[in-house]
């Protein structure tokens, strides 16, 4: 005998087709981060994103990103409510999962009658049976705009990844040209860098993923934010070994010498963790990083007495088209001769010119000495 759930349910995905509204232009065929080939019947106008981090990624394709996105999920990993009302514009884009998969409602997914699914590896884990055969049993593609995972196993380099990203939103939203364009970009701004840096040693740096008075000493790992990092002309300590992350024994970091403390910050302030991103003011992010330096031992560091203490925005990593300026301002606190006249200011200026309707404001870092 069905029970009422499962009636509700089975009406829900009865009226799915008739809830739909129809996509634009011809069919054709992506190629995902997955490597999976999906075949959209045209644009999508009916979008659910399972990272809504990736609203970043549209608008930088489209004017208006938001008007074609029916809901989303892992809100709180844009860590900006400032940046999540830019994105939302007065609308209140539906929410069908928190920041975990198990979080994820099928129903809910179904009830806003999307054209398409974009999802992450750490959100819709492959396995039989699970998110995306369900989806696709429904007739609902799916697209993997991240396949990031903390597994000790070779991947794709964060440039990379971030190409692959880009070129793949610009499939979805028929805007390759625009996408090239920023690829174009980054590359020629990366390219400079890499140019500067030729001959330069590496910076030893403590790299902290998750900075908060309350639970030290979190490092960033090889993958990503050590990739990043020795993009700009440094390297991790040498006991970090993990690939996305590390907690450090506080003894070990006070011991292990090292030039720069870089730290993150955010749009929330859980645990004294420092308040920075777009529309926080400077000073309450300074603020925040003479808090973690004011943690025991900090102050005998090398870094902390030589004033080269930093904090980011961790958008700066987390959203893949900023990675150029996460790469940029850590190359001129590394590397101060010889980046002096870089201003990443002017390349967010010219990303906010060229590329985004809506400009990305500042700060996007600070420094503890002004």
């Not at 989806?135 to 380099?157: E, K, M, R, T, Y």
């Not at 390219?191 to 500067?196: F, I, K, L, Q, S």
């Not at 003479?290 to 030589?306: N, Q």
Request: proline share 7%.
């Amino acid at each position: 005998m069905i029970d009422r759930r499962q009636f509700c349910g089975g009406l829900l995905l009865a009226g799915l087709g008739a809830g739909r509204l129809a996509v634009a232009g011809p069919s054709r065929t992506i190629t995902d981060l997955a490597g999976r080939t999906v075949t959209l019947a045209g644009t999508p106008r009916r979008i659910i994103l399972l990272e809504a981090r990736d609203l970043f990624t549209m608008g930088l394709l489209q004017a208006d990103p938001a008007a074609s996105v029916v809901g989303w999920a892992a809100v709180d990993r844009i860590d900006s409510s400032v940046l999540q009302a830019q994105f939302e514009r007065g609308r209140r884009i539906p929410v069908v999962g928190k920041q975990a998969p198990t979080t994820i409602s099928l129903e809910g997914i179904v009830n806003l009658a999307p054209d398409l699914v974009v999802a992450s590896a750490f959100m819709a884990p492959p396995g039989q049976g699970g998110l995306v055969d369900r989806l696709a049993s429904l007739g609902i593609p799916v697209v993997f705009s991240d396949v990031a995972s903390n597994a000790d196993a070779p991947q794709a380099g964060p440039i990379d990844t971030l190409r692959r990203h880009v070129r793949l939103w610009g499939e979805i939203l028929d805007a390759r040209d625009r996408a090239a364009a920023y690829l174009a970009f980054v590359d020629a701004h990366l390219a400079e860098v890499a140019r500067r840096l030729a001959g330069a040693a590496p910076v030893t740096t403590y790299l902290e993923v998750q900075s908060t008075v309350d639970d030290c000493c979190w490092a960033a790992g090889k993958q990503v934010w050590g990739e990043l990092l020795a993009l700009a002309g440094g390297q991790p300590l040498p006991g970090v070994t993990a690939p996305w992350f590390q907690k450090l024994q506080r003894e070990y970091l006070l011991a292990t010498p090292h030039d720069v403390y870089i730290a993150s910050g955010g749009g929330w302030a859980s645990g004294g963790r420092p308040a920075i991103g777009p529309g926080l003011d400077p000073a309450q992010g300074r603020e925040g990083l003479r808090r973690l330096v004011a943690r025991p031992g900090f102050a005998d560091l090398a870094s902390t007495r030589d004033g080269r203490v930093h904090g980011i925005w961790t958008g700066l990593i987390s959203m893949a088209p900023l990675n150029i300026l996460f790469v940029e301002i850590a190359a001129k606190w590394l590397h101060p001769d010889r980046f002096a006249d870089l201003d990443p200011a002017q390349t967010l200026a010219e990303i906010n010119r060229r590329f985004l309707a809506a400009p990305l404001g500042g700060p996007l870092w600070v420094s503890l000495v002004e």
